[in-house]
């Protein structure tokens, strides 16, 4: 399955997002594309969006950018799962796009959440 994560830069995406999905059955099974990483560098993103299966997107913290990145994964009928922490408010508006949310208590049950999500 082809994976784009998408994210507010506002969080520590390396520490919190990337390196534990990194570390886990996430990317040793599928093809998962981070947009900050070095592969993900003048590359149009929009364009990875339109070829992904999914978009994980982390949206504990509103972001502009977040939001255009799942507009267009909605508009290209790609499937959204939206993580978020425990305690966080993500933008309401997000209800609109997709109804598959997850939240997670820690770095680990945020991988375990995910790997179930994509079991199913």
Not at 53 to 71: C, H, N, Q, T
Not at 101 to 113: A, H, L, R, T
Request: hydrophobic share 35%.
């Amino acid at each position: 399955m082809k994976i784009y994560v998408a994210h507010s830069k506002k969080i520590n995406y390396e520490k919190d997002l990337y390196n534990p999905m990194k570390n886990s059955n996430i990317c040793k099974n599928n093809d998962v594309f981070f947009p900050h990483d070095e592969k993900g560098k003048n590359v149009k993103t929009k364009d990875i969006i339109k070829q992904s299966d999914l978009v994980i997107a982390e949206v504990s913290e509103v972001a502009v950018g977040l939001g255009i990145e799942l507009g267009w994964a909605d508009c290209f009928n790609t499937k959204i799962l939206c993580i978020y922490k425990n305690g966080s408010k993500y933008s309401q508006s997000i209800n609109f796009i997709t109804d598959k949310f997850i939240e997670y208590e820690s770095q680990e049950d945020m991988i375990n959440k995910i790997q179930e999500f994509l079991k199913e």
